[in-house]
Nanobody, 112 residues
Framework: VQLVESGGGLVQPGGSLRLSCAAS????????MSWHRQAPGKERALVAA????????NYEDSVKGRFTISRDKAKNTVYLRMNSLKLEDTAVYYC??????WGQGTQVTVSS
């Protein structure tokens, strides 16, 4: 069982990134999926979540209207589209499946 995040990088304020979380060893269709982030000196926190059906999404207040979580069953992948990025979005972003499985994280740095 493995979750592999990708798509992080360095971006200027106001820019966009799309993170991907590719699952292997299990099918994401049966799992609630989520993205979390951990900034330096802070605890890991939930950013966005999507139910196994894909019908319900939930976002942390500071990212509402800017981030979008989605899932592609055919590709067994979950995405996090991040627009209008801010300096405070800088963190390591982690993918999670049903609070059971974690990826290794991908660094997102927002800097001018």
């Amino acid at each position: 069982v493995q979750l592999v995040e990708s798509g992080g990088g360095l971006v200027q304020p106001g820019g966009s990134l799309r993170l991907s979380c590719a699952a292997s060893g299990f099918t994401i269709s049966g799992y609630d999926m989520s993205w979390h982030r951990q900034a330096p000196g802070k605890e890991r926190a939930l950013v966005a979540a999507i139910t196994s059906s894909g019908l319900i999404t939930n976002y942390e207040d500071s990212v509402k209207g800017r981030f979008t979580i989605s899932r592609d069953k055919a590709k067994n992948t979950v995405y996090l589209r991040m627009n209008s990025l801010k300096l405070e979005d800088t963190a390591v972003y982690y993918c999670n499946a049903d609070s059971k499985y974690w990826g290794q994280g991908t660094q997102v740095t927002v800097s001018s």
